[in-house]
């Protein structure tokens, strides 16, 4: 599961930057902007997905390992 989480918050963090360079700072509303911050937003909401499950497996994984 750790190298899951790992792998995919890798791929999260490449379309990060890939979006960054897709962005018009002079138009941030319009056209491909849009869906570059929609996209960075969603990476970020994946990483963060992805860091409570790898913290709720290591706790469940202490829980069982104290019985």
């Known amino acids: 599961m750790k ?3 790992i792998i995919f918050t890798i ?3 490449g379309l990060i930057i890939f ?4 962005i ?3 138009n941030l509303l319009e056209g491909q902007s ?3 911050l929609i996209t960075i937003f969603a990476s ?3 990483i963060a997905l992805l ?3 790898r913290l709720s497996k ?3 994984n202490q829980l069982n390992n104290r019985k």
């Open 11 to 13: 791929i999260a963090i």
């Open 34 to 36: 849009v869906v570059a």
């Open 51 to 53: 860091q409570v499950l």
């Open 24 to 26: 018009d700072f002079n």
């Open 44 to 46: 970020l909401c994946a």
């Open 3 to 5: 190298v899951f989480t």
């Open 19 to 22: 979006n960054i360079t897709q």
């Open 58 to 60: 290591k706790v469940n």
